[in-house]
């Protein structure tokens, strides 16, 4: 007989018929009541074992963690707590765990312990819970932009340019790392490369995504990106799954009506689709919360803070209104958001980034026409001549969740802005292509998608929401 999955058989639509179940002890009491998980939902099968029935050496063996087969009848159950249970008839150990050397046991572990065993942390109700979320929200992804006209483009891991001009790249080369071949000026001879010259991971696939959309018309990207920034927070990954749409004619007001639609309409997805899961993490963050003071309590539990974003409007705000927000407000009274007040052309830092999101408008803020210096070189020049089309998607709790723009499509201006910034011409003769064959304007932003799961899951650090977290000195697994 095939064995059934634990959230099918919760269903009781096989009551009283004989099923087999296969998963994972969760826990064992009294020598007769099995909590058993098999990772499609959160919630156990209990299987009642029949006192006597089994012998010492099976009940020996059946232990948190252990594999274990059963097969029995589904019933109505008498105790509290779920509605139905295996009443089993024959249970075969398929692996044991030895309750010594095991280290999930059910009790509360600390989110540290957890990402040493991250190879087993996943069989907590923490992160099952957060991992089939972060399933269903890809799932989310494709199918929004899917149902949208969008095609999936798959963007190159390997790349032999700088899409961000931030030097942050993580180098792939077949050289001999140490020793390398040198000119005679003493530069690395990359014609020996495997490539035949400098390579590196992506940082972004964004570039060849607007080549792309310049025949496809609505395309997005959804892969794996790398930056070897060396940025040690609980927003920052070495590596990370990116989404980024990119769309042929799209301004960036259109570029904001379709992140707004989306954030909204993935978010709206896994609130019906996870329900359980959902309920699990917002439980869990209410227990966190009792351990914190009074004044650093949310004021919003996780289901309102997800139709909060699903049913309020983003608000929208240049970056002039929001620095002249920042210098009328009075940070230093307020130690939770204590930040120097920066002129216009600065950089924003995180502080200031809480500061308009959590305490002045009190809701997602896009914010938008940045200072040319401080963005991109692809970012579409304002007549202003010192701003650019760029918009920085803001979260609560998490900060920047999205960051995109309306690109620069005259050519002439993109070179300028090119030559100023020491961009190579000559390396990106196919993106200039783009600018001077049936060139038009186009927009298009990128999700960082960890930064997503954060804010569905309430979790606070975002190596808590990636199955094997990559982050400086971290590659252990
Ligand atoms: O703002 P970023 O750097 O924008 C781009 O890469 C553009 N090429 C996107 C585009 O227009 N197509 O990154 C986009 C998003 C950020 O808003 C953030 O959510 C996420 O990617 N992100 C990171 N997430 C985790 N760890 C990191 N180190 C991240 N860096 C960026
Ligand atoms: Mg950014």
């Known amino acids: ?62 232990s948190v963690g252990a594999a274990i ?81 969008f095609f999936y483009v798959n963007t190159p891991i390997i790349t032999g340019s700088d899409a961000e001009g931030a030097g942050e790249m993580f180098q792939v080369t077949s050289l001999e790392v140490g020793n390398p071949p040198r000119d005679e000026n003493g530069n690395i001879d990359y014609s020996e490369d495997f490539f035949g010259k400098e390579t590196n991971l992506t940082v972004s696939g964004q570039l060849e995504a607007e080549t792309y959309a310049m025949a496809l018309g609505k395309v997005y990207t959804f892969g794996p990106t790398f930056r070897a920034e060396n940025s040690n927070t609980t927003r920052h990954l070495a590596e990370f ?46 227990e966190e919360e009792k351990s914190k003071p009074q004044n650093q309590r949310s004021e919003m539990t996780l289901t309102e803070k997800l139709r909060f974003v699903v049913e309020n409007n983003f608000k929208r705000v240049s970056y002039t209104e929001a620095i002249d927000i920042l ?29 308009l999101v959590e305490k002045h408008f009190k809701c997602p803020v896009i914010l938008f026409d940045y200072p040319a210096d401080i963005k991109a070189f692809y970012m579409r020049l304002n007549e202003d001549g010192k701003t650019v089309r760029a918009m920085d998607i803001l979260f609560p709790g998490i900060g920047e969740i999205v960051g995109g723009s309306q690109r620069e499509e005259r050519y002439n201006v993109l070179v300028e802005k090119m030559k100023a910034l ?31 799961v954060l804010f569905v899951t309430g979790m606070s650090n975002i190596r808590d929401v990636i199955p094997y977290p990559r982050t400086p000195k971290n590659a252990e697994f």
């Not at 007001?253 to 707004?260: G, K, Q, R, V």
């Not at 009328?328 to 939770?336: A, D, E, I, L």
């Not at 020491?422 to 960890?450: C, Q």
């Open 422 to 452: 020491n961009i190579p011409e000559e390396e990106m003769w196919w993106y200039l292509d783009t600018r001077k064959f049936g060139t038009a304007v186009h927009s298009g932003f990128g999700l960082g998608f960890e930064r997503m």
């Open 69 to 149: 087969a059963v097969k029995g009848t589904l019933i109505e159950s008498q105790g509290k707590g779920q509605k139905f249970e295996i009443h089993v008839k024959e249970l075969e150990v398929l692996g044991e765990s030895n309750p010594e050397e095991y280290p999930i046991q059910p009790k509360k572990h600390s989110l540290e312990f957890l990402r040493e065993n991250a190879h087993l942390r996943v069989r907590t109700n923490a992160f099952g819970a957060i991992m089939r979320v972060r399933s269903t929200l890809s799932f989310a992804v494709h199918k929004y932009f899917q149902e949208n006209g």
């Open 1 to 62: 007989m095939k064995h059934s999955y634990v959230i099918d058989l919760l269903e009781g639509t096989q009551l009283l018929q004989e099923v087999t179940a296969k998963g994972w002890v969760r826990a064992f009491r009294n020598n007769q009541f099995i909590a058993l998980n098999d990772g499609s939902t959160i919630n156990n099968i209990q299987c009642v074992l029949e006192l006597d029935a089994f012998a010492e050496e099976i009940i020996r063996k059946i």
């Open 327 to 355: 210098k009328s407000s009075k940070p230093n009274r307020n130690k939770k958001f204590n930040y120097i007040i920066e002129d216009w052309g600065a950089d924003l830092q995180s502080e200031h980034e809480r500061y």
């Open 241 to 286: 799954w990116m989404i980024e749409p990119e769309v042929a004619f799209n301004t960036l007001d259109d570029n904001m009506d379709l992140a707004e639609d989306f954030i909204k309409s993935v978010v709206g997805y896994v609130m019906e689709n996870c329900k359980d899961d959902i309920d699990f993490l917002e439980k869990r963050l209410i």
